[in-house]
C-alpha cells in the first residue's frame, strides 16, 4: 500500500512539468504580452516596453524563462501576479475556498440524488420510471450551462423571487472571513439569518454546477447496476430468500459503486471546468473568473500557477480515488 | 396595564431606534475587480471606479461635466507666461482613519509633493513599488511638461512647467494627480509593508474605505467630516457583478440600485421597466477611418470627399452599434467643450462621389487597403464588420478595398508607421480637454510612428493647435478650436464614424446621480430616497 502511494506521488512530477510547461508554452503562443494588452490605442513607446518586459523577465530566452520558472515553483513561489503585483498563492488561497464550497456543495447534491435515481431506473429497467429518468438525465448531460443558469435565474430569482440573483450572501451581513468558507464562516459569525442568507446564494449555483455530474452518476450507477443484478451472487443472494432492499442495497450497491466512484473522482476535473461559467454567472468569487481574467490580461505568472494548483488538486483527488477503490474492493486491495 | 405600557414603550424605542438606524447605503453593481487601490498605477476604469471613492485632487471636474473646478486646491494663479501655477491648498482637509492608523495632521503642501515625486523621481522610496509603472503619467507627458515642484509653504504649491500648457489643469484633475497622505505613507514605509499603501486607500475622499473581498465586494462608508460636507448615504457598496445580465437581473430586484454596462441586447427591457430611469450619454470617444494623405490616390482631397459621400455612416451604426452609437461628425464629442455644432456633415451620396472621382480622374475606381482593428472597443464594437460595410459601398464606384488586419500591437506599430492607405482606429479621451482629442491631427503626430494616421500636416490646423495649447483662457480657445473643427471638416483628413453612446441604468429611488462625461461612476452627490 505504501509503495503504491510512493510510486503514485512519484508519477505526479513529470505530470507537474509537463502541465507547467504546457500551459507556459499555449500562454505565450496568444498574440500579446501583459504590457501590450495594457496599452491602449496610444502605444507604449519602445525603450518603455522594453524595460518593462526586462523587469518581467520577458526579454530572455523562453527556455531560459521556462527553467526560472521551474526553479522559483522549486522554491514553492508561484510569482506574482502582474496586474495585482499580488502573490499568485496569496489570491488562490483567499478565491479558493469559495469554489471549493461551491464543488462540494454540488458534488454532494450529485451523488446523494444521482446514486438513488440510478439505483431506481436499475431496478425498474424499461418501465415508465427508468425512462422518465434517463431521459431527464441524457436531458441534464446536454445542458449547457451557461443556458441554464440564466434561465434558473430568470426564473428563480427574478420572475418568482424565491432566490437572490448572485453573490454568496446578502450584502447586508458583513464580517471578517475566518475560514472562506461562507457557509461556515456565517454561522459562526452569529449574526441572524446570515447563515440562511448564505444558504438561499448557494441552492442556484449548486444546481447548476451539479447538474452535470448528477446525469453521468445517474446513468453510470443505472449500469453498473444493471450489470451486477445479474451477477450470480446476487441470484443466490435472492434465492437465499434475502429481502430485495438487502440484495439491492448491501451486495449489490456495493460492488456497483465502484465504477461510479471512479467516475465521481473523474467529475471534479468537470467541476472545474463547470465551475468557471457557473461562477460567471453568478458573480461567484472563486477561481474560475480569476483565470479567465488571467488569460484577458496576459497575466502569466496567475495563469500558469493557477492552473498548476487547479491540476495539483485534481491529480490528489484522483490518487485519494485510487485509495479508495482498496476501501471498496478487497480484490483491488489484494492486486497491489 | 402597567407591564403592557412598559412593554409598549420599550417597542416603539425599539422601533425607533431601528429606523433611525436605518442605514442608507447605495449598492452599485460594477463590471470587475480592481488591480488595486492606487490611481497613479491603474488604468483600467474598473480600478479608477474603485479607488474614487476615497480620494481627491487639486481640481477636479464638476460632476457631469468636463469643467474644471476648485478641489482640493481652493485657487490657482498663473504667472503671465503661462509657466508657473501656483496652487492656494485648502486648509482643515481630513485624511481617512484605518485600523492601524491615526493621522496627526490634516492635508498640506508635502501631500502634494508626495504624490507626483512617487511617480516622476526614480529616487522615491515609493517609486519602484507595485510595479512602477505610472502610465498616465508618462502618457500625459508630465516627465517633459514639469521642470519642478516647490512647497512655497504649507499651503501653497508652486508648479513650474517647461512651456506654457493649457490642457495642464485638466491633467491635474485625471485620477493619477490624485494626493496620497505623505504621512501614511511615511507609517508604512516604516512598518515594511509599502504596498500597503496601494491596497488600503487613504485619502480626502467622501467615503472611506472599509473592505474589500476580491471578486465579490468593496465596502466604502461616509466620511463625516469630508471637506465638502458629508455625504448623503451612510455607505456605499460596490457588488462586482462581471456578467451584465446577472447586473442587470440583480438591478430589477433591487440587489443594487445603479449599475454599470448593461448589454446592448437589454437595453430594451430595460428602457420598459417603470422601477429604472435609463441615463443616456455620448461616450468620451471616437472611432474614425483615416486616409492616408501621403500615399496616392487619398493625397487628392476631392477623393477623401467623395469617401465622404460614398460611405453610408447610417448602415454602420444601425448593423454594428444596434443603437448603441451616434453618427460623428466632428473629431469631438459633442460632450467636451468647443464642440462645433454647426459644422454640417457630409450626405450619403454615391452620385456625388461618383462626380468627385471623376474630376480627380479615377472615374474607372482604383484598389486600395482598407485596415480593420482587431480589437472590440465601445467606439467601434465590429471593426471588420464595419469594413466589410466599407467595401461593399465603395465596391459600387468600382473601388477594390482590399481588407488588412494584424496583431493589435503590430497593427498599430503599422498604421502609425503610415504603412496603409486607409484603416480604422478611434481614441478615447483622458481628461475631457479638447487638445485631447486634437493633437491627433497635429504635425507633430503625422511623423512616422506618431499617433497622426492620416499623416495629414495642415499649418493652419497646427498653429491653432498651438496657440490654443498655450492659452489659458477658455473663450479664446473654443473660438481656435471651432475654427479647427471647419478646417478638418473642409480638408476631411479623416472620416469621424461614430461615438458609443454610454447607458446607465438606475432605480427610480436614486436622485443625484449624473452620468459623467468621462466614463467615471461618482456617488459623491448621490441620495436614496
Sequence with gaps: ?336 | MKTFARLLAATMLVTGLASAAEAKTLVYCSEGSPENFNPQINTTGTSLDAARPAFNQLVQFEPGTTNVVPALAEKWDISPDGTEITFHLRKGVKFHSTKTFTPTRDFNADDVIFSFERQWKADNPYHKVSGGAYDYFNDMGMPDLLKSIDKVDDYTVKFTLTRPEAPFLANLAMDFATIFSAEFADAMLKAGTPEQLDQVPVGTGPFSFVAYQKDSVIRFKAFPDYWDGAPKLDGLVFAITKDPTARWSKLQKGECQIMAYPNPSDLDAIGKDPNVNLLQQAGLNIGYLAFNVEKKPFDDKRVRLAMAHAIDKDTILKDVYLGAGQSAKNLIPPTIWSYNDKVVDYEYDPEKAKALLKEAGLEGGFETDLWWMPVQRPYNPNAKRVAEIIQADLAKLNIKANLVSYEWGEYRKRMQAGEHKMGQLGWTGDNGDPDNFFFLLSCEAARPGGQNLSKWCNKEFDDRLNKAKSLFDKAERTKLYEEMQVIQHDDYPMMPIAHSIVFEPTRKEVSGYKVSPLGRHEFTNVELK
Design chain 1, 1 to 336: 500500500m505504501l509503495g503504491f502511494i510512493v510510486r503514485r506521488v512519484l508519477l505526479v512530477i513529470p505530470t507537474f512539468i509537463a502541465i507547467a510547461f504546457l500551459t507556459f508554452v499555449a500562454i505565450r503562443l496568444v498574440p500579446g504580452d501583459p504590457i501590450e494588452v495594457r496599452t491602449g490605442e496610444r502605444g507604449i513607446s519602445p525603450e518603455r516596453l522594453a524595460q518593462f518586459r526586462h523587469e518581467l523577465g520577458l526579454d530572455q530566452p523562453v527556455w531560459k524563462q521556462f527553467l526560472d520558472y521551474l526553479w522559483q515553483l522549486a522554491h514553492g513561489n508561484f510569482g506574482t501576479s502582474t496586474s495585482t503585483h499580488a502573490p499568485v498563492l496569496t489570491e488562490f488561497l483567499t478565491l479558493f475556498p469559495a469554489t471549493l464550497e461551491l464543488a462540494i456543495c454540488a458534488m454532494l447534491f450529485a451523488t446523494i440524488l444521482g446514486i438513488p435515481a440510478g439505483v431506481i431506473a436499475a431496478t425498474r429497467r424499461g418501465s415508465f420510471v427508468d425512462y422518465t429518468l434517463m431521459g431527464a438525465a441524457l436531458t441534464g448531460f446536454s445542458m449547457p450551462i451557461f443556458w441554464w443558469g440564466l434561465l434558473l435565474v430568470l426564473f428563480f430569482s427574478v420572475n418568482l423571487g424565491w432566490t437572490p440573483v448572485s453573490g454568496r450572501i446578502d450584502l447586508l451581513y458583513y464580517f471578517e472571513p475566518v475560514t472562506g468558507f461562507m457557509l461556515i464562516d456565517s454561522w459562526l459569525s452569529g449574526e441572524e439569518g446570515a447563515f440562511s442568507s448564505a444558504v438561499s446564494h448557494l441552492i442556484l449555483p449548486t444546481i447548476v454546477l451539479g447538474t452535470i455530474p448528477l446525469a453521468t452518476i445517474a446513468r453510470m450507477t443505472r449500469s453498473a447496476m444493471l450489470e451486477i443484478l445479474g451477477e450470480d451472487y446476487v441470484r443466490t443472494a435472492r434465492a437465499k430468500g434475502l429481502s430485495p432492499f438487502r440484495v439491492v442495497g448491501l451486495h449489490a450497491l456495493r460492488n456497483a459503486l465502484i465504477p461510479v466512484v471512479t467516475v465521481i473522482g473523474l467529475q471534479v476535473g468537470a467541476l472545474m471546468a463547470g465551475a468557471v461559467l457557473t461562477e460567471y454567472i453568478f458573480s461567484w468569487p472563486g477561481i474560475g473568473s480569476w483565470l479567465i481574467e488571467s488569460i484577458n490580461r496576459r497575466d502569466y505568472p496567475v495563469l500558469q500557477g493557477g492552473i498548476l494548483l487547479v491540476s495539483g488538486i485534481v491529480i490528489l483527488i484522483n490518487i485519494l480515488v485510487d485509495l479508495l477503490y482498496g476501501v471498496l474492493n478487497p480484490r483491488i486491495r489484494h492486486a497491489r
